[in-house]
């Protein structure tokens, strides 16, 4: 049954009409420090003190009071009495007059009197008195309280996505754990009576299920909780008790196979007999173009083909943003750049096209990569798609294409 929707619609076009239907996630939980990276942080994190907490040395060596350096060399050095050592994790309350100095070590906290420090080589490493061979201007080689952050700022804000660096900020302000959103939760679903799943036999006619596979991992990477990898046959029916028995429990239902034109292509059935309203079906583009997508009681469902390199593409191109919507963490943005090709690419078509491609320096390599929709193996080694325009006609080495990175 044909309707206006049938008309694909733009990539671009396709993303907002799905991101404008996600419910975000507001749901969080507490999780101690070393679990915390590659989640998306609940709330604004302020920094509760300065960081350093006190004016600190960069260098191992002589704290001094830059006056008293003045007009030293390495011909005329000027001597300092060296009046105590301070270590990193110690302090030296004390005061340090005109002529003398403190012995220094990398991080730890420079005498209040003191306003500069010279390095160890920059010196006799003298003991109980000190020949310095330079001259420092105040608050040279000095760290002071509060330059990387102070206390009040704002360092990481609501939705901020948790790497290495942002946990190690995190644990910096002695926080021992901290509020992060909930993970998306993601229900998959492979269709197709040819798929077995790995480990069994491969009898005549059947195909692995890969797909499922891929989504799996792609979507742990990606940040999201899996919290079913089902199989459904070509019977309706089937998948859509597959369906509703995980619906309730999901934020996204993600099914791959059965969304062509074909007499198998039960996933517009399932659409009706669970009346899921339809948001569009097919996107102006290869592969990918066979894409139904839909959202029932406010959960979107992506129908993506069985092809594998389609439903490769549908997931960076279209599954991730709508990850980055539910969380509201946008590392998950696809990177765009540009880059000259390596390679000839000599399929002209009048819509867009996709094409898996390795990039390095600039430079975009797509031999080896240019198997049909259905080949996996081409996809090996990836790391970009380039972004090839409607009736661009044949591509030569040389010629700049757009691309974005996975
Ligand atoms: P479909 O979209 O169901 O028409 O499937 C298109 C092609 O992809 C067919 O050759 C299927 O056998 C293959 N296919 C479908 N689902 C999967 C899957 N989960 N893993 C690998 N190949 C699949
Ligand atoms: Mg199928």
Known sequence: MKNEFDTPVTLEYATELLQSRVRRIDDSEKLPLRELSGRTLAGDVCALHDQPPFPRSPLDGYAVRAADTAGACRNDPITLRVIAEVDAGGTFEGAVGEGEAVRIMTGAPIPEDCDAVIG????????????????????????????????????????????????GIIGSLGIAEADVYRKPRVLLMSTGDELVMPGSELTPGKIYDSNLFTFEAMLRDWGAEVVAATHSSDDPEDAVEKITRYAESV???????????????????????????RIFWKIAMKPGMAMLSGIREGKLYLALSGNPYAAFADMHLVVRQ???????????QMIRGTAVLADSYKKSSPARRFVRAYVQDGVAHI?????GNGDIASGIGINALLDIPGDSGELRPGDKVSILYL
């Open 120 to 167: 160890q080589e920059d010196t006799d490493y003298g003991e109980s008195t000190v020949n310095v061979y330079i001259s420092v201007a105040p608050y040279e080689n000095y760290c002071r309280q509060g330059e990387d952050y102070r206390r009040g700022d704002i360092l990481l804000p609501d939705r901020t996505h948790i790497g290495p660096v942002e946990t």
């Open 322 to 332: 709508v990850i980055c919507e539910l969380t509201g963490d946008d590392h998950l």
């Open 251 to 277: 934020d996204l239902i993600i099914t791959t196979g059965g969304v062509s034109v074909g007499k198998k292509d039960i996933m517009h059935d399932v659409f009706r007999i669970m009346d899921v309203e």
């Open 367 to 371: 031999e080896g990569h240019t198997g």
